[in-house]
């Protein structure tokens, strides 16, 4: 029996029937896999055609947030955008009747199922996901055959569309690289298959991809959630650049004359410059600096926190589902981590801010050792910025 999907079950209710430890044994970064609905999974909840077209007719789209694509003949931005970047409606519509996709980038930051689904995603790849919709006419493409610079999993909600994937000739590309259709060959078609609603797709980056609506009749809207991940390249780095502030050596500048030297001239002082990072670095530094960038750049959910108000003193509170919170120290203060960015407070709360990341429900008396005042201002921060929800 085909049931709604629920966005808080995360990576594991999209990969059903297959678990997570395959998936991330056999498929992440290595090689696609198709799931199907088999009439389990409706995702209609998190989007639909009707929906897309609601939004299209209440709210006001840029450039950034609504943008569309045909193969042949190609579609510029001028076609449905007006003088001053804005989305012209009856363009839009217009250009969809010619066969052109209706994409909604980052659809999560106005959808709230969609920001569900994004988080629940988040917990468990500590990633960054975003959502883009597509909304492909009857018998219409909108893109030609390409790679993708990050990982996606695409969940069909409507329709039908044919895939068709083809080999992985740049293996995982960095982000910022881009694609350039003339610089790499598709290459032999590895695996073709028909999406159903309620199938799932990945598709690692890099790997060449193309896709048509496989119906006549109707529309087929899909909904792309792309996984933005952070490498080890970008640990490397970070190692270096924390190295760097305890050893001079890293911080010496380049020999006098460099550019004219051969790179064996260099090597011993790069060697030991490799040994330096490799002695001095601190793990355990740099993934707590990663750690904290990616909870504080989530969007904080603060859904209630206006509609409770100034809570009151004997109003309880627990952690909010589906979100990551932390504790640090900030000097002679300690700091909840929490997504939108810290939140600090005096070192006494320490216990109660233990308790509430456990899931404990609290109020102000568990913060009785910071005062009266600053006890119920405690439990209206941790409202207002979102880490919380009225029991």
Known sequence: MTSRFDPE????????PVSEDVFFATHWERAPLHVTGRGR?????????????ALLA????????LSMA???????????????GFADRGLVARAFQQGATLILPQLQRRERPLAALCRGLEQR???AVQTNIYLTPPNAQGFQTHYDTHDVLILQVEGRKRWRLYDTPV?????????TPDAV??????????MEPGDVLYVPRGLMHDAINADEDGPSLHITTGILVRTWADFLLEAVSETALKSPALRAALPPGFAAMEAGALQPQFDAAIEAVRDGADVEAVLALFSDRFVTTRQADTAGAITLGAPG?????????????HLAEDGDHIALVAPGGPLTFDAPAEDALSRFIDGETISAADFEALGEDKARDAIARLIAFGAAQAD
Do not use: W
Request: charged share 25%.
């Open 9 to 16: 079950t995360g990576l594991v209710g999209l990969l059903s």
């Open 41 to 53: 999974k409706d995702f209609t909840g998190l989007v639909s055609t009707a929906r897309m077209d």
């Open 58 to 65: 209440e709210q006001v789209f840029d450039g950034d947030s």
């Open 70 to 84: 045909r193969t042949e003949p190609r579609l510029s931005a001028e076609a449905y955008l007006t003088e001053n």
């Open 125 to 127: 790849f500590s990633h």
């Open 171 to 179: 293996g995982a590309p960095f982000r910022g690289e881009g694609f």
């Open 185 to 194: 060959a598709a290459g032999e078609i590895t695996a073709e298959l028909v």
């Open 313 to 325: 003193e004997a109003v309880c509170v627990r952690r909010r589902a589906g979100i990551p919170l």
